[in-house]
């Protein structure tokens, strides 16, 4: 099975494509928010390396809200146009370590919370404030704490990057149930300002 994955919802993006053994092309690149051309460039090599996928793997966050669309966006399209099958996983398994708790900066003055074991979730992601995520690791001081950016609120945060190779390799562990549509992972309901009349 040849497999597709895309992963945008870091400042560090990444594109893969393997096999059923090996990796055919693996890609890392900065992630701006302003300028996704790093992106399609990388994927469009990628494509040429290892030609027609027969499943996409989309990494679905939490994380940046543009690049995960982005993402959703260019996986749909080349669905339509593949006739691939189309899986969505969250990003924050994507971290190749057995088990690992991710923290992340949501917003508001709040953040999230995950503890993962061989790429899945088995705890959040949840929503919490800056004390009880101080609390949750010091309950997790044993395992890697591990966060996208830099998080000066919390000791012992390692920088990492979810890693789309990983996610290729997870689907590559599942049976393949095609989405019709994916969608991001939200930690909170949207926010919608009514303009004034």
């Known amino acids: 099975m040849n497999l597709l994955a895309l992963e945008l919802s870091s400042p560090v993006g990444s594109v893969a494509s ?3 053994n090996d990796a055919h092309a693996f890609k890392v690149f900065p992630a701006d928010r302003k300028d996704s051309g790093l992106f399609y460039e990388n994927l469009e090599s990628t494509l040429a390396a290892s030609g027609k996928p027969e499943v996409i793997v989309v990494g679905l966050g939490p994380g940046s ?3 995960v669309r982005i993402a959703i ?3 749909l399209g080349l669905k339509a146009a593949m006739a691939a099958n ?4 969250p990003s924050i398994c994507a971290f ?3 088990e690992y708790v991710v923290v992340g900066d949501a917003r ?3 953040f999230f919370f995950a503890h993962v074991v061989d790429g899945r979730c088995v705890q959040g992601p949840t929503l919490a404030a800056e004390e009880e995520i101080v609390s949750k690791l010091q309950q997790w001081r044993g395992l890697p704490h591990i966060a996208t950016q830099p998080l000066s609120q919390f000791a012992d945060v390692i920088v990492e990057h979810p ?4 996610l290729a390799e997870l689907a590559r562990e599942m049976d393949i149930e095609d ?3 994916l969608e991001p992972i939200y930690l909170r309901a949207p926010y919608i300002t009514v303009a004034r009349k």
């Not at 890693?163 to 990983?166: D, E, V």
């Open 108 to 110: 508001r003055n709040s």
């Open 163 to 166: 890693s789309a190779l990983r």
């Open 86 to 89: 189309l899986v969505g996983l």
């Open 179 to 181: 989405a019709e549509e």
């Open 73 to 75: 966006a260019t996986a």
């Open 96 to 98: 190749p370590r057995p």
């Open 18 to 20: 393997c096999g059923e």
């Open 65 to 67: 809200y543009a690049g």
